[in-house]
């Protein structure tokens, strides 16, 4: 029994011998450590910059043809020939379709006939008339004789010319029935086939023609930057540069404003303006909608940062500056327009401060930093 607990005792000496021992390894060791000093926060900052920032307003817009036209027969009998293919570029004159010309052949020549006929009678009445000037001078025959030579010889005169206006509409039918090209452009689908009758001015045209080249962008514009269009309304201004884009950024083609409306649309707040594009490759197509840029403007030297520097907070927008013992502070800046990821600082900040990119979310004023590279 003694032997048992003297090995008790033994046993519990030596924990106690344990514990004491870890417990002052571990004062030790925080003994050592010391007091923490400021922990540093990891940020990416970048560097306020100047530098020419154009002033670009951008509206959504429709692609229209500069010239869209339904051709339609000028006369009517039966299509003899559709002479294009659907899709196709035609120049301005070249024959789409023929009409059957026979009957207009015939009319053509009728009335060259009854030219001729009348001509004869005028000759006839002239000669008259002649003679009756000559024997008026004699007194072998009565004035009211040379009256109405005169008078038969100008009606038949009058026949003559009535006869050349008949030819010339029999003429101008005859040259109707060869279906040309009003326009160059790209035609369409065709709506008639060959062997039907059309009519003069009928409802269906044969086809649509779309001029393509140059080709127009209808869009619209908030009324509040009508000041900003305002200089460049005046007679003798220079153009404004016009960028057309998808939906997803990609330029198609670039052109110039070609007219700003004379009324705004009170149902929208909006005022419509038109741009005309070359259009060389097609780019552009009726109908598509894009995003129309208009350069009003390009500011001199402006103070600009990444959009991203610029913070919201309760006293307004601010930006986390550094200072040169590398802790931050807050300054309320002014933000202007934003353009391509960055932003125009109208006060606030100067060329060359360095602020914070990346990394806000951890800081507070006077929170020591320390640079870091962004992620690529």
């Known amino acids: 029994m003694k032997k048992f607990s003297w090995i008790l005792m033994l046993v519990l000496s030596v924990t106690c011998l344990l514990v004491w021992k870890a417990r002052a390894n571990s004062l030790a060791a925080s003994a050592n450590k010391g007091p923490k000093g400021p922990q540093t926060v990891p940020v990416v900052l970048t560097e306020v910059a100047k530098q020419d920032v154009p002033v670009w307003l951008e509206g959504l817009g429709t692609v229209q043809a500069s010239n869209t036209v339904t051709v339609r027969p000028r006369v009517g009998g039966t299509l003899e020939s559709v002479d294009f293919t659907e899709g196709a570029m035609v120049k301005e004159g070249d024959v789409l379709a023929r009409i059957d010309a026979r009957p207009y052949e015939s009319v053509l020549a009728q009335a060259r006939a009854k030219k001729a006929q009348d001509e004869a009678q005028l000759a006839s009445a002239a000669a008259t008339l002649a003679r009756s000037q000559a024997l008026v001078k004699e007194n072998a025959v009565s004035r009211q004789v040379l009256d109405q030579s005169e008078a038969a010889a100008g009606q038949l005169e009058a026949l003559v010319q009535a006869d050349q206006a008949a030819i010339d509409a029999a003429q101008l039918d005859l040259d109707f029935t060869t279906v040309r090209a009003p326009i160059s452009g790209r035609t369409g689908v065709r709506m008639v086939d060959k062997g039907n009758v059309v009519t003069a001015g009928q409802a269906e045209g044969l086809v649509v023609l779309t001029q393509l080249q140059p080709i127009s ?128 600082i109208e006060e606030g900040l100067s060329p060359g401060d360095r602020v914070v990119r990346d990394g806000q979310s951890k800081l507070k004023p006077g929170a020591k930093v320390s640079e870091q590279k962004a992620a690529s």
């Open 217 to 344: 962008v209808i869009f619209t514009l908030p009324q509040r930057h009508l000041d900003a269009l305002r200089p460049h309304m005046k007679p003798g201004a220079a153009a404004l540069r016009v960028q057309a884009e998808d939906d997803s950024g990609k330029l198609l083609d670039e052109g110039s404003l070609e007219l700003v409306d004379n009324q705004i649309d009170n149902s929208t707040g909006t005022l419509r303006l038109k741009a005309t594009f070359p259009n060389k490759d097609y780019t552009l197509w009726p109908g598509q909608y894009v995003s129309a840029k208009v350069l009003v403007e390009t500011k001199s030297d402006a103070v600009v940062v990444p959009t991203e520097v610029v913070q919201p907070g309760l006293n307004g927008p601010f930006a986390y500056l550094l200072k040169p013992d590398e802790t931050v502070e807050v300054r309320q800046v002014k933000p202007g327009m934003e353009l391509e990821g960055m932003t125009v």
